[in-house]
């Protein structure tokens, strides 16, 4: 029997929730790294007990760390991010010149073949990767020196790169999303990079049709089908069936486009979920109701609430707060603001909380353990 172990980061710590494949009764471990922000770890798919984590502080700074052993020991691996070369500048919120600044990293990607290959999205916007689990970093430079790179601005929560998405099938094509710059993607293995953001309309930028500035909140993509992309922008949900080349927007009867996170079934390749999001200032669900929304072939979206709660909930589900597994039925994983870790174990038709009471959750990452 299969096991089933989820990754979870907070405002104040990491915390692993482990069960078997029926998914009912859970085990909750940690906190981990206790009043850390752990902004994201997750497990490497060539080895799942290497397990990458970013912890970060605002006082202390960041600080990467590393388990062998699936999280029950941590060591601390290497810290140093350093932007190769000229740094220059991008803007400021003002519209200003401002210099490069490594603050934290957003977002770990592990190889899918390679447990001591890693990748690291960061803020001020660029690509780490690391050849060596984790003990040294190298810049990928030629994203942060795209010829847009001198204009791209922060987004709410700062110039982020917040996605990865390395396509199992070429192992030159890397998808990466910047808040609030765009999506791009490399075909040479981050070597050179193509803003793939035609067809984003955002009305809130002086161009809203601009080759970017547009504040991607999410890309997902399932492995079946690496052409075909999914994003959740600022507002609007989007579709590209070319690697990005091209978006339409597929929002239709949603009862808000705004929100965070997106992501896809692990067997159904057409079907994807989002939890929409009052709007870009009330950052909870539209009537105070906790709603995962799922779309299946195209057809129309059908809202998910059986065992979510349906009054007073105003929680926010952030960008890498969503997670499916890969058993049969599928499993779906969010977390919320409010602590609560929630999961489906039969595509989302029904929910159950697996803990309500962590610190505010920051990134939730499943893996199935043989």
């Not at 700062?158 to 990865?164: A, E, F, W």
């Not at 929910?351 to 939730?364: E, F, T």
Request: net charge negative; glycine share 10%; proline share 7%.
């Amino acid at each position: 029997m299969s096991t089933v172990r989820v990754l979870v980061g907070t405002r104040k710590g990491a915390f692993i929730l482990t069960s078997d494949e029926k998914r009912e009764q859970w085990q909750v471990d940690g906190p981990y790294f206790g009043g850390w922000e752990i902004y994201h770890l997750k497990g490497s798919p060539a080895d799942p007990n290497r397990i990458y984590a970013s912890q970060s502080s605002d006082w202390f700074g960041q600080v990467m760390h590393r388990s062998d052993d699936g999280g029950k020991t941590w060591t601390t691996v290497g810290n140093e991010f350093a932007y190769a070369g000229e740094t220059g500048t991008h803007q400021w919120y003002d519209g200003t010149p401002h210099p490069w600044d490594f603050k934290r990293v957003w977002h770990l990607e592990p190889s899918p073949s390679d447990p001591d290959t890693i990748y690291a999205g960061v803020e001020d916007a660029a690509l780490f990767r690391s050849g060596d689990g984790g003990q040294t970093w190298q810049e990928l430079p030629g994203l942060r020196q795209h010829d847009t790179g001198g204009i791209w601005q922060p987004g709410a929560g700062g110039l982020c790169l917040h996605t990865v998405l390395l396509d199992p099938a070429n192992p030159d094509r890397i998808v990466v999303a910047i808040s609030a710059a765009g999506a791009f993607r490399s075909d040479d293995g981050g070597q050179t990079w193509k803003a793939i953001n035609q067809g984003l309309r955002s009305d809130y930028i002086p161009d809203p049709k601009a080759e970017v500035g547009h504040c991607v909140h999410h890309v997902a993509m399932h492995p079946s089908n690496p052409d075909r992309l999914f994003m959740q922008k600022h507002w609007d949900v989007m579709r590209s069936d070319n690697a990005g080349d091209e978006w339409y927007e597929i929002s239709d009867s949603l009862p808000s486009d705004f929100g965070f996170v997106i992501d896809v079934h692990a067997h159904e390749p057409e079907t994807i979920y989002v939890v929409p999001i009052k709007s870009d200032s009330e950052h909870y669900p539209p009537d105070g109701k906790l709603r995962v929304y799922r779309r299946r072939d195209g057809n129309e979206w059908e809202a998910l609430t059986d065992g979510l709660p349906q009054e007073n909930c105003y929680v926010n589900v952030l960008r890498d707060a969503m997670s499916v597994d890969k058993l049969d039925p599928c499993g779906i994983y969010f977390g919320t603001t409010g602590g609560q870790v929630y999961v489906s174990a039969d595509g989302g038709d029904h929910w159950q909380a697996i803990v309500h009471d962590l610190p505010a959750v920051l990134s939730v990452e499943a893996q199935i353990l043989p």
